[in-house]
């Protein structure tokens, strides 16, 4: 994502997945493509080591899943029970999450503004 600004605009008006692990905004982008946003605090998750992982997983499945996302601005912010939560169930959460941003906005709908 390109800065601030993108991160304050989904917080405020984009739409919100929760899971257990993460909370998910997501919005139209005018971008081409996905974009991919993260966020973890130190208050959240106080280890870099696990912030890093964290970051990493997140990516990792955004990477995996991109040819089946629409052209929107998402935001990945960790929740706290992320950190003791292990690989596979947080890439089975994001794949999950993934496939809720898909079903919302539709190929043929993804560019029209929110």
């Known amino acids: 994502m ?6 304050l605009r989904l ?14 905004y997501t919005g139209c982008s005018p971008a081409q ?5 993260i966020a973890v605090s130190k208050r959240n998750v106080a280890r870099a080591v696990d912030r890093n992982r964290l970051k990493r997983i997140a990516r990792e499945s955004f990477r995996l899943h991109l040819d089946r996302l629409p ?4 935001v990945v912010q960790m929740n706290p029970p992320a ?3 292990g690989n596979a169930e947080l890439l089975g959460m994001l794949a999950a999450v993934w496939g809720d941003i898909s079903r919302l906005y ?3 709908l993804a560019n029209l503004p929110d």
């Open 33 to 37: 493509a996905p974009r991919l946003g």
């Open 71 to 74: 052209p929107n601005d998402i």
């Open 106 to 108: 539709p190929t043929s």
């Open 11 to 24: 917080f405020k008006s984009g739409r919100r997945i929760r899971t257990a692990c993460f909370n998910v």
């Open 2 to 7: 390109c800065g601030g600004n993108d991160y």
């Open 83 to 85: 950190r003791l939560t």
